[in-house]
């Protein structure tokens, strides 16, 4: 063998340095992709004599911004690894779980989606009334709801759990407790849909993803319940759309809020229940912790920068009327 000749080495696991470079990576990278979509088909609208204001309802428009994060997630993902030397493995996206996590999987969907929904309208409700200009799924016709289940479901499913649960948790697990990296992994998740109204809800979806993955040891595992999820909002917003039902008038009465307590409440007990008597005999995810290390710079910084791109939303939701 040549002794001249380098072996290539590859490290199997990442760390909160991980976390933090990969979080402002995606994040930046999704920023420029989304802007330059944004120059790019703005030069057209204008070209054309498009009215202001319409270019966002035009789909050659909807289809590449709604691509921006996904690309710049996915690149990022392999990029990131190829550079830093890291084996694909460290995302631990192990395909087999097994038929009977598949269903736990989806039914951990089931019991977030229609048990948080009532108490994200609450919340919804009283954004509108503080004057937040709020965004709503509109899908009236099958072919976008086809198109939204691609863009809006399945990518994310896929290139969002590859960033954040596939890295930046793992990457914490290392300097953390379990329970603390899955908050802090949750509060990146939320932070980086830089939203008000999308801020409580992929928070709460944020944790119990990072439980899924923790609980089954596979970032595959939080796709799937990521797309369930998805699918049954996109879903949701078509029925709604074509059969005219609607919530207005509904979240405003007393009941209403009672009801979103209580079903959150329920939400807790149930995964609290599939924790202790499904999970408890499964072979969880252990993680070698690194003894005294402290959370990367990197990391506080990605905190500082999704909470100043927050701020700066929210800013111009309430001055851009």
Request: glycine share 6%.
């Amino acid at each position: 063998m040549d002794e001249n000749k380098q072996i290539s080495f590859r490290r199997n696991y990442y760390t909160s340095d991980d976390s933090g470079k990969v979080f402002l990576v995606a994040i930046f990278s999704t920023f420029l992709l989304a802007f330059f979509v944004s120059l790019v088909c703005g030069a057209i609208a204008s070209a054309i004599g498009l009215a202001e204001g319409e270019l966002s309802k035009q789909i050659w428009y909807l289809i590449p911004a709604s691509l921006s994060a996904p690309i710049a997630f996915t690149a990022t993902f392999f990029l990131y690894n190829n550079i830093a030397k890291i084996g694909f493995s460290a995302a631990n996206i192990k395909v087999k779980i097994g038929w009977k996590n598949t269903l736990i999987c989806i039914l951990v969907a089931l019991i977030a989606l229609f048990g948080l929904q009532p108490f994200i309208f609450c919340v919804d409700y009283v954004l509108g009334l503080i004057g937040y200009d709020l965004t709503l799924l509109s899908v009236n016709t099958f072919g976008k709801f086809v198109l939204y289940t691609f863009l809006s479901a399945l990518l994310p499913a896929i290139c969002e759990e590859l960033i954040f649960r596939g890295i930046v948790l793992s990457g914490l697990r290392k300097s953390l407790s379990d329970g603390k990296a899955i908050v802090l992994s949750a509060l990146l998740f939320a932070l980086m849909h830089g939203s008000l109204q999308q801020l409580i809800y992929p928070f709460i979806l944020g944790m119990i993803l990072a439980w899924v993955v923790v609980r089954t040891g596979s970032t595959f595992a939080s796709m799937i319940v990521h797309f369930v999820n998805n699918f049954l909002v996109v879903l949701m917003a078509y029925i709604s759309t074509v059969a005219g039902w609607s919530l207005d008038g509904i979240t405003s009465n007393w009941w209403f809020w009672i009801i979103a307590v209580v079903l959150l409440a329920i939400v807790g007990v149930a995964l609290w229940l599939l924790d202790k008597f499904y999970f408890k005999h499964k072979n969880q995810m252990e993680v070698e912790k690194f003894e005294g290390s402290r959370l990367s710079l990197f990391v506080w910084i990605a905190i500082i920068v999704g909470i100043i791109l927050l701020v700066l939303s929210i800013i111009m939701n309430f001055t851009a009327k």
